[in-house]
Nanobody
Framework: QVQLVESGGGLVQPGGSLRLSCAAS????????MAWYRQAPGKQRELVAT???????DYAVSLKGRFTISIEIAKNTVYLQMNSLLPEDTAVYYC?????????????WGQGTQVTVSS
């Protein structure tokens, strides 16, 4: 079994920065794709950014340029660097992994980390 554990959320002022981390733990697994999603109160969960183990990235159009996703494969950890944060970035941020375990591919989610952008 694989677990994803996020960290790095918190309260930040508008214009500030945060870096989220998500570490995958378990045994006998390899990462195919990792991603960050977010869900604001009263809204649907939306994709923020994805990154494959090969380094390909994709971003929500509205966030490109402010947010950067990266992976340290050796640490099985994905990061989300968030700059120039806006109040509308306030949400619970979830880590997602499309991960090979044995001969199968499975979806995994973290528990979420709260990001609040407010003065």
């Amino acid at each position: 079994q694989v677990q994803l554990v996020e960290s790095g959320g918190g309260l930040v002022q508008p214009g500030g920065s945060l870096r989220l981390s998500c570490a995958a733990s378990g045994s006998g697994f390899s990462i195919d794709t990792m991603a960050w999603y977010r869900q604001a109160p009263g809204k649907q969960r939306e994709l923020v950014a994805t990154m494959s183990s090969g380094g390909s990235t994709d971003y929500a159009v509205s966030l490109k340029g402010r947010f950067t996703i990266s992976i340290e494969i050796a640490k099985n950890t994905v990061y989300l660097q968030m700059n120039s944060l806006l109040p509308e970035d306030t949400a619970v941020y979830y880590c997602y992994g499309f991960i090979r375990v044995g001969f199968g591919m499975n979806d995994y989610w973290g528990q979420g980390t709260q990001v609040t952008v407010s003065s």
